[in-house]
C-alpha cells in the first residue's frame, strides 16, 4: 500500500507564511512527479503547483512568485512554501504523487488526506 501523508498547514494572516510537507510511503518503486492540489469551498479542486522527477517546477498563476515547491527525492518528500499568503488561498490543500507500485509498470494518481490552510485576520 502506498500511503501520502501530509503536515502543516493551519490558520495564518494575510501576508503571512505556512509550508505544507508532504511523505510518501509504502512500496514505492518511482515516483515521476509530486504536487499540489487546492479546493476551497464551493469550487472545484484546482492545481497550485508540481515538480517532476528532475526538478522541473510548474505554479499556477495565481501563486507565481508566492509559492515554491520542492521536493527530497531521498526521503520521497514534497514542500510547498507559501509566502505572502492572501484570503483567497483558503483552501484544502491535497498533495499528490505520480508514481509505480513496486512490482508493477504504470504510474497511477496517488492523494493525500487534505490539509486545511485557512489565512484571515
Known amino acids: 500500500q502506498v500511503q501520502l501523508v501530509e503536515s502543516g498547514g493551519g490558520l495564518v494572516q494575510p501576508g503571512g507564511s505556512l509550508r505544507l510537507s508532504c511523505a510518501a510511503s509504502?512500496?514505492?518503486?518511482?515516483?515521476?512527479?509530486m504536487g499540489w492540489y487546492r479546493q476551497a469551498p464551493g469550487k472545484q479542486r484546482e492545481f497550485v503547483a508540481n515538480?517532476?522527477?528532475?526538478?522541473?517546477?510548474n505554479y499556477a498563476d495565481s501563486v507565481k512568485g508566492r509559492f515554491s515547491i520542492s521536493r527530497d527525492k531521498a526521503r520521497n518528500t514534497q514542500y510547498l512554501q507559501m509566502n505572502s499568503l492572501k484570503p483567497e488561498d483558503t483552501a484544502v490543500y491535497y498533495c499528490?504523487?505520480?508514481?509505480?507500485?513496486?512490482?508493477?509498470?504504470?504510474?497511477?494518481?496517488?492523494w493525500g488526506q487534505g490539509k486545511q490552510v485557512t489565512v484571515s485576520s
Open positions: 509504502g512500496s514505492i518503486f518511482s515516483i515521476n512527479a
Open positions: 515538480i517532476s522527477s528532475g526538478g522541473s517546477t
Open positions: 499528490n504523487a505520480v508514481l509505480v507500485v513496486a512490482g508493477t509498470l504504470l504510474p497511477y494518481d496517488y
